[in-house]
């Protein structure tokens, strides 16, 4: 099977890895060009100089990008993807997208008789590098049995969300939650440190207790604590993520005064730590508010 993976970055690149084997024929295609050199050298997998060069013969096409804006880009832009979509090829979109321009991407494309999947992914970096990353996708039933062993090559939980724009949908709230988490998880350990509360006795209490999550259960003990912060995915993203769900709920009607604060602290955060800090270090803008560090 001829695949094209456009978009090499943190969490691309291993996905990519593992597509880079037998049944598939794989071609990459990254902006920064010396990084799909890096990947060749050590994958079975080809370069192609400019996204239509990419996706002129394949069947199965993955964008993993920073945001729809970007897919929109490389869809439309100079040498971009559209005029050489074969027609029968599908489009996979990891990024985690947006889903008006979802649907809007998968109804210019069903008109020229390729198929759009919106298939975001979650699991971060380790799971992308082991091949277990969640996965959930909206579309038809029909394209996603076509695709379906490229998804299960870095897929391990594959769930179909709804129709089109519905894996996006449910990756901006999830990425939401995971925000609230992280600023909720900080605030109150920042108390406890005040109240003069060991944070790994506070933790071992939490994380028996209700107040746990995947936050206080793994980032905070492996990210903070150890004061390591380790890059793995950028604030910049969760951003935009919570920006996404907030968008969706105003669409929808639905008020959500919790996402709308978490998604200012967040923009608050990014302008604080810059691009490329990770997301984890949101917890650094609350305890500079309040002079303490947890660790
Ligand atoms: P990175 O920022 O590490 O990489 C982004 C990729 O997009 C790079 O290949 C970059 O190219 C490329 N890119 C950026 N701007 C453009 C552009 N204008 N035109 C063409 N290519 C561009 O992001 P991640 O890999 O971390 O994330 C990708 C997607 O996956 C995002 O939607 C993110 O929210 C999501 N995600 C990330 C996770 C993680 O743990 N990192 C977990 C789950 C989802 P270049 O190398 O030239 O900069």
Redesign the pocket.
Known sequence: MKVAF????????PMASHIARDPFDLVVW????S?AEDFVREHKARVAGT?AEAVKDAQVVIT????S??VE??LH?ENGMLESLRRGAVLID????DPPTSRSIAAELGGRGVEFIDA??????TA?RAGT?TVMWGGEESVFERVRPVMEAFGKKIVHAGPVGSGDAL?AVN?ALLAVHILSAAEGLAVLVKAGVDPKVALEVINASSGRSNTSENLIPQRVLTRAFPR???L???E??IGIAAVLAEDLDVRTPLISLTAERFHKAREMLGEKAD?VEAVKMVEQENGVEIK
């Open positions: 456009l978009g090499l970055g943190d969490i691309g690149a990254n902006r920064t060009a990084k996204p993993c990008l920073p945001s804006v970007e880009a490389v832009g990891c990024t985690s997208g975001p992914v979650s699991g971060g970096t992308a990353l990756k990425n793995t995915f950028r910049a993203l969760l935009k993520d997301h």
